[in-house]
């Protein structure tokens, strides 16, 4: 039997802070772009409908990227992933950057292509060391790891409108960025393990000839985790990349304001992933979710009606809190078996960002003809779906965990005298005696 690697608490915190340093490098490469759209549009004088259709170059690397990335993270692992996907990723970004400077679309479309193509494998793959990492520490932290991508957006949002106040260049802003993140996941990596941690090598090789990717698409437990996820991430990326642009177009507020109201979402996203964890530990996954989706319903709802500016932040801030919860949790859901877990979150990974980077460009189109705020109608049903969905999050009871391993998995080791299961009441990671 292969050796199996072993890490001290010391280490394994070193590996927690590690993806956490990832998550918020996520968040900064969101947010390079994201911030300053009205540039872009501004720069390469494009309206609504044409912006939609250029966001439509990062959709196509993305959707390019997600068809392969889970199958990817399997064969080269997610450290590897992660490496080649940032570096595609901050070359996309300092690509865009110049090609507004030069004002050329074929240029930026390339950039965002690159920009796409590492994104949605590097997210797929940080998902997949970010369950690993909490199995490894025994506690429910996820959203924690998302949190740590809220601050990233927010700090990231921040310097882009304080960018934008101070007149730095859409170009060096970008640069700067892509180099700032390339260092900080390089860095990161360092204390980073293998995704596979706490099974032995031999066990882990079998448990990818046994269960492939492809077996998680025709999972319908795991389906309905990722369209739940879907929509919720069709809630978040479409605040990402429409709330500047609503607020300069629809309400008539100047670029500042939109920046500053990208900022204000993200800020709410942030304080709802870290105060969920402590909801979620107390009152378990369903009940909150059901809370969060309805506020996400009616917060969205306040924003496409409100007749001014301040009514529109209010309904802003509690779109972003109702909206924090949905993808951490969906992506803890996706793991609760640990045996299949990076199989499954990457499949649940790649249905929500297809919504992150489907949903946008989608909308651009929408809104040409009808409005952006009018367009984002159509993601309150997404989110109505998800609330209905809440249910197939709840964590599944230990007898159903070991009984699946004992009858489905034949790389189930009976000598294995300790199982790390997900407590039914409160999504909390633990371990039982399986005696």
Not at 284 to 299: D, E, F, N, P, Q
């Amino acid at each position: 039997m292969a050796r199996v690697e072993k890490l001290d608490q010391q280490e394994i915190k070193t590996w927690y802070r590690a993806v956490l340093a990832i998550f918020f490098a996520s968040g900064l490469l969101t947010s390079s772009l994201l911030a300053r759209l009205p540039d872009v549009s501004t720069g390469l004088n494009l309206s609504a409908g044409p912006m939609g259709m250029l966001l439509l170059g990062m959709t196509v690397g993305s959707f390019s990227a997600v068809t392969f990335s889970g199958y990817l993270v399997s064969k080269i692992g997610s450290r590897k992933t992660l490496i080649l996907g940032y570096s595609l990723a901050c070359a996309g970004i300092a690509l865009v950057g110049i090609a507004v400077s030069i004002s050329s679309i074929p240029l930026a479309v390339l950039g965002l292509v690159l920009d796409g193509v590492g994104m949605a494998s590097s997210n797929v793959a940080a998902n997949v060391q970010g369950v690993s990492a909490e199995r490894a520490l025994g506690r429910f932290v996820t959203p924690i790891m998302h949190g740590f991508f809220s601050i990233g957006t927010v700090v990231g949002a921040g310097l882009g409108t304080l960018d934008t106040r101070l007149g730095v260049s859409f170009m060096w802003h970008m640069i700067y960025f892509a180099v700032i993140i390339f260092a900080t996941v390089l860095w990161a990596l360092r204390g980073c393990h293998s995704e596979n941690y706490g099974q032995d090598d031999t066990q882990a090789l079998s448990q990818v000839g046994s269960y492939r990717v492809r077996d998680a698409w025709r999972d319908k437990h795991t389906i309905f985790i990722g369209i739940f996820v879907l929509g919720m991430a069709l809630a978040e990326g479409s605040a990402n990349d429409w709330v500047a642009l609503a607020l300069t177009h629809d309400y008539g507020a100047d670029k500042t304001v939109g920046s500053l109201g990208y900022t204000f979402f993200v800020i709410a996203m942030m304080t709802g992933r870290f105060m969920g964890t402590g909801l979620l530990n107390k009152f378990g996954r369903v009940k909150v979710l059901r809370v969060t989706c309805s506020m996400a319903i009616i917060g969205l709802a306040v924003f496409i009606f409100a007749p001014n500016v301040p009514l529109g932040f209010i309904g802003l801030f509690i779109w972003g809190l109702g909206a924090s919860l949905g993808f951490p949790t969906g992506m803890s859901a996706a793991s609760d078996d640990p045996m299949k877990a990076a199989i499954r979150v990457s499949v649940v990974s790649t249905i929500g960002y297809a919504a992150f980077l489907g949903g946008p460009p989608a909308l651009g189109l929408l809104g040409e003809h009808w409005g952006i705020r009018n367009a984002l109608l159509a993601v309150l049903v997404f989110i109505v779906i998800s609330l209905f969905l809440t249910r197939h999050l709840q964590p599944s009871s230990q007898r159903e965990i070991l009984s699946e391993r004992t009858t489905n998995v034949s790389t189930y080791d009976p000598q294995t005298s300790m199982n790390p299961v997900i407590t039914p009441e409160t999504g909390a990671l633990s371990q039982v005696d399986k005696k």
